[in-house]
Each structure stands twice: as C-alpha cells, then as structure tokens.
C-alpha cells in the first residue's frame, strides 16, 4: 500500500514507437512535478524491448497489443496490427484500471495518443478524464481535422491551399499523405482517425508552445479544449526545474556518447554539420550516396548518425577516407550533441520531435523531409520560423549533392547564416520561457491538472 499522498493519478498511453513514447513520457514527469502520481503503460513488447529508465518518481506498466513477442513486427499488416491493438489493448487497458481501482491511487485521468481512441472509449466506460495527446505540430494537426471533417476536399486540385491559422501552403508543403495521394492509405487514415472521438475528449493537448504557432493554435482552439503544454523535452535543456532530467530514459540502442562528444569538443564553435534522419526514415542508396559526396566535398567538420541496417548504402571507404574531418556512428545522445558548441547546423529529416529539440536548443537547419509531417515542419522551419532553408528536390525524388552543398553554405556561412542564429536563439529563449514558471505552457498544465483534480 503506497504511503505517499498524490494529488491525483494519470496514466498516459503513447502510441508504442519511440517517437511517440518519448513525448508522453517527459510530460508524465512534468505531471509529476505537480505533485501526480503519473504511470506510463507501454505494450508488453516496447516494456520488455526497451527496458524502462529507473525512476523513483515515474511509474511504468503494460498493456498487450496482442503481439507481445515481436510487436508491430509481428503482424501481417500496419491494419491487422491496429484492429487486434485495439483488441487486446481495450481489455488490458481496462484490467489496468480495475487492478488500480481498490488502491490509494486509483487512476483518475488517461492521457492517450490519438493513434489509439479506442482508449478515450475505455476511460468514458470508467467515468474517468479523458484527454488527447497529440505529437505532432498544432498547425499539421489543423491540417488533419479539416481533412477528417470534410472542409479540406482530397485530392487537392488547386493551389495555393489556405487554412485559417496557417500560412499560404503548396500542394509540396502538405503532409505526403496529402500530396502524393494513396501513399501508405492504413497510416493516413489512422491520422484522420485521430479525429474520430476528440470532440468527446475533456481536453486536447499538444507537443507544441503558443509563441511557436500562435495562429495555429488559436484557430485549432475554436473547435476543441486545446491546449499547447511542450516543448517535451528533458528539463535540464530548458528550465532546469526537474531533478536529474537530462535524457528522455527510453533508447532503441545503448550508445556511448563520449564517443561523440570527446569529438566535437577538439572542433570550433559552430564548425560542425550534425545529420541524422530519425529512428525511421531509410533514404535510398542515391541519395546516401548524395550526401556522402556533399561532405565529402565540403569544408566543414560533419558528425553522422547512419543506423546499421544504413551503412552498406554508404559509398566504398567514405567513412576511412574522411579521416577526422568526419565521425559517422550508429547512434548518439541527439540532445547532447545538439547543445554542443561546435554545432553549426543540423542537417534533418524535420520529423517534429528532432525539429522541436532543434528549436529548443538555438540550432539553425537545412530540411530534408522524407514523408508523412515533415514536409510541413520544414516549410516552418524556412519561411515562418526561418531557422533554416529547405534542400529542393529533383524530378528523379533525389536531393542532389549540388543543392546539399548549397544548403551547407547558406546555413553556416551564407548572408542569412546571422540572421538564423538570431532566430534560432529568439526560438530557444521563447521554448525555455514557454515552460518556466509562469510560462504559457507551464499555465496549460497547471489548467490542465485542475481540469480533472476538481471535477
């Protein structure tokens, strides 16, 4: 029986793929910097896989997906993996409410990634809280809503797009779903089915702040409870305010990162071009071979994530040939090189949770976008945060190692290099107020936990 007094419980249910796991987590420990007992349920495989961080704070528990031996993996399609989650997960997500129920703590709110509303279903079921909890920017959101609710007709056969909240969009800015129609059909219509029940959620939150998209927001709020509670990110890259928060504690592979920062830290301030494209994204030999020539023929130090099942697309002997000019690993602590002073510019994919982490740590980008919402994040990233440029791509789909270099340039040492430092740090600086005390994220989750705590 637990002796300590919580001002309530919360059970936040992520999406099991890390990008979303890492969000919820971090809000889980925001939550319990509120003085909630806050559990995290991840599916038997992603418990047993990932094996969750040690903490004296942040509890952690299962639910089964219905392939607890290989997950996602595991099933013959992305629709027979979705339709036995919502199975099996629905009834071991209730047994996880019933096993708390009789407790000091029973489970007064679940917090659920809007991939899964089956889960919003089960906690209406209990008379428990429900709010959504989306990963992705407010503004790709707003996209997703007008689509489900018909005000955005498919395919889209005209241009330019205009939504309210967001800015003056080609068929090329919107999400891939969207401008390459049929594309991967079971993912998008999990992302329109995002919008199936929200309107019965008691709240609807976002990995995102007010001051990044404040149009965004506003016009998203005129038809759901939203508020915008991030940037997720751990405390000690913000506001310092939770103890011994300086990794998010979930990790696909163990990495050693003093590899990687004894590295940067014999390089000049600003000297180094950091890339990585994700846990997901697998480019095509070309266009490996693409980049490996542009840094290759680039003055600039670069550091490179290139995942295993990556590196045979590299060309023969680039990662001997580029001696100490260049450090290409399996994996790294993302935020730890981020803050690093000798990075000069991130080379991404503009998947949100590493756009968000650039934006919160002052680093200017040039955007990649392979799919789904990043091409969205990389129009904001060059024309309304403009932290950064877009590499054009060609007709062949290929981003050629010509305009890489170009891009290289521009960010570090172009015309407008000062002026996106300047944003970059203005972006930082507005992250870090966002979250502080007083902050407007800091005051949605305060209204937030009052919302269920005194209802």
Not at 275 to 296: C, D, P, R, T, V
Not at 359 to 364: A, I, M, Q, R, T
Request: aromatic share 10%; net charge negative.
């Amino acid at each position: 029986m637990e002796n300590k007094a919580y001002r309530g419980h919360v059970l936040t249910l992520p999406y099991p793929s890390l990008g979303h796991i890492n969000p919820l987590l971090q809000f889980s420990k925001r939550l319990v910097s509120k003085g909630l007992k806050a559990t995290l349920a991840t599916t038997l495989f992603i418990h047993n896989t990932m094996q969750p961080p040690s903490s004296s704070s942040l509890q952690f528990d299962t639910i089964s997906d219905g392939y607890d031996e290989g997950g996602f993996a595991q099933a013959e399609s992305i629709h027979a993996y979705l339709n036995r989650m919502e199975t099996i997960g629905s009834k071991t997500l209730a047994d996880l409410i019933i096993k708390n129920k009789n407790t000091a703590n029973p489970i007064d709110c679940i917090i659920y990634d809007p991939f899964l509303p089956w889960a919003l279903e089960v906690a209406k079921k209990f008379g428990i809280f429900g709010a959504a909890f989306f990963t992705q920017t407010c503004a790709v959101n707003f996209i997703y809503h007008h689509v489900h609710h018909g005000l955005l007709k498919l395919p889209i056969t005209s241009t330019p797009i205009s939504i309210p909240g967001l800015p003056v969009l080609e068929l090329e800015d919107m999400p891939s779903f969207i401008s390459v129609p049929g594309s991967y059909p079971a993912y998008f219509e999990m992302l329109l089915n995002q919008f199936s029940n929200s309107d019965k959620a008691d709240a609807v939150l976002v990995n995102t702040f007010y001051e990044l998209e404040p149009e965004a927001v506003d016009s998203m709020s005129k038809v759901c409870q939203l508020l915008a509670i991030g940037p997720t990110i751990p405390s000690f890259y913000l506001d310092k305010r939770l103890e011994n928060d300086n990794d998010y504690g979930f990790n696909l592979f163990a990495s050693d990162s003093s590899i990687c920062n004894n590295w940067l830290n014999t390089k000049l301030e600003g000297s180094v071009i950091y890339l990585s494209f994700g846990s997901m994204a697998s480019l095509s030999n070309k266009q490996m071979e693409e980049l490996a020539l542009a840094l290759k023929g680039s003055k600039f130090h670069f550091l490179w994530v290139v995942k295993a099942s990556e590196e045979a697309k590299l060309p023969e002997k680039f990662v001997e040939e580029a001696g100490n000019k260049g450090l290409v690993v399996q994996w790294c602590s993302q935020l730890e090189v981020l803050s690093n002073k000798a990075i000069g510019c991130f080379l991404t994919h503009c998947g949100w949770n590493s756009t968000l982490e650039a934006l919160s740590l002052g680093v200017p980008m040039v955007g990649l976008p392979q799919w789904t919402d990043q091409t969205m994040n990389a129009k904001y990233v060059q024309d309304v945060w403009k932290v950064g440029v877009r590499a054009k791509v060609c007709e062949n789909g290929i981003v050629e190692r010509e305009e890489i270099d170009f891009c290289i340039k521009e960010v570090m040492e172009g015309e407008r290099r000062k002026d996106f430092q300047k944003n970059a740090k203005k972006w930082r600086d507005l992250a870090i107020k966002a979250i502080r005390e007083g902050g407007s994220s800091n005051k949605n989750i305060d209204e937030f936990v009052s919302k269920f705590i005194n209802s």
